[in-house]
C-alpha cells in the first residue's frame, strides 16, 4: 500500500491531489516528503472571502510540517499559488491543511494539542523532537478555534472566584459554568476588579445574563456589587467551603498569638505541632492525630474555645429548613460577639453582614456543590504546573482554556492523540 493511499483515507483537501512520496533531508534529519499538486484546470481561492480567482504566478516551494509517520518527520511539500481577487486584490491561495503563514498543517497542530493535554508542554515537545513555542503556537490555534465556535447557550449556573498566579499578589479572575454534566471554564481575566468581571459579562452578553439562575461566589466585595448589577436574576450563593476557609484563618490568628504568649511567658507551648489537627475535620485525621486532640480539647485556652465555635457552626449546613438555620445563625453570631476572641467576632460580623447572602445557600442546596469552584480551581493550579514555561497572561490563559474550556477541535481524524 502507498502512503500517499493512507493519506487520502485521512485527508481530502478538494481541487488538490497527493503525488510523489520522498525522502529527503529537512533541518539535517531525514523525512517523508509528500508532494501536493492543483488539480488541472482548478482555480485558487482567495483566503479572504473563499471566491475562487484567475492565477497569477506561482510561489517557490514550501514545506508544511504534518503528523510524523512510524520514527520520520513528515512534511507536505506545495508551491503556492497567487490569486487575483476582484475585493481583495493579489493574494496568496488559501490552503486547507494550513492557516495563513503557519509552517505546521492543522492537523499537526491538534495533533499536539491533544497530547499537551496529557503531558506537559516540555513532554509534548521532548517527545516529538519540537520546540515549546511550536507546542504553544498549537495549543493557541486549536483554542482560538475553540473560543470562536463553542456553544454559551444553556449556561444557568456559574461560580466566580480569584487564584493567585506568577509571583507577588497578581490574581486571576476565574468564571465557570457549574451546571451538571456541563462543568468548564466560560472565562479568566487578570486582576480581581470589578472591572476585570465587567469584562466577562459584557462579553457574555446581556441575554445570557438575563438568564443566569444561580452565581456561586465568595465575600469579595468587587465580585458581589458586579454580580448583583450584571444578574439581577441570579441568586448569589456564598460558597460554603470560603465561609470556613474565615473560620480557619481566625483559629489560626488566635493559635498563632497564643504561641507567641507561650514563649514570652516561657510557658510550655501546649500547641506545639497542633496547627493541622485544629484545621482538618475530624473524619480526616488519623488515630494518632484524634488522641491528640482530645488531650488539646480539655484544655481551658482561646484557641480551643475558637475551635469549639466552628464545631458548633457546622451544625448551621445540616438545618433542612430555611428559618431554623436563620434561628441557629443568628444566635450564633450573639454569642460570639459576646467572646473575647476578636478573629472570631471579624468573623461574626462578616456573617452577619452578608447574612442574606448565606441564607440562599438554603434555597438552592442539592443545586450547587460547595466545593464545585474550589475543584475547578485545583485543576487550574494543576494546569499551570504541566504547562510550566509560560511567561506572560495571554500564555496562562491560553493553556487554562485548553485544558478547563472542554472547547471544540479543528477536524482531525488521527484516532491515536
Known sequence: MLIKTVLNKLEHFKSFVFGAVTFQEVNGSEALVVEIKARANSRPECPECGKLGKKRDTQPVRLFEYVPIWAFKVFFQYAPRRVGCPIHGVKVERMPWVYGKEQMTTSYKVYLARWARRLSWKETADIFKTSWESIYRAVQHVVEYGLANRNLDGVTE???????VFT????LTMVYQLNAGARRLLWCGMERKAKTLLRFFHEFGKERSQKLKYVCSDMWAAYLKVIKKKAPNALNILDRFHIMRKFNEAIDLIRRGEVKLFKAENQENVLLKGRWLLLKNRENLNVKQTIRLKTLLKLNIATIKGYLLREDFQRFWEYKYPAAAEKFLDNWITRTLQT?????????????NHKPLI????KAKGVLSSGAVEGMNLKAKLTMRKAYGFKSPECLKTALYHTLGKLPEPKCLHIFS
Open 359 to 362: 441564607m440562599n445557600w438554603f
Open 158 to 164: 456559574i461560580g466566580v472566584d480569584e487564584i493567585q
Open 168 to 171: 507577588g499578589h497578581k490574581y
Open 340 to 352: 473575647n476572641l476578636e478573629p472570631m467576632k471579624k468573623v461574626a460580623n462578616m456573617l452577619k
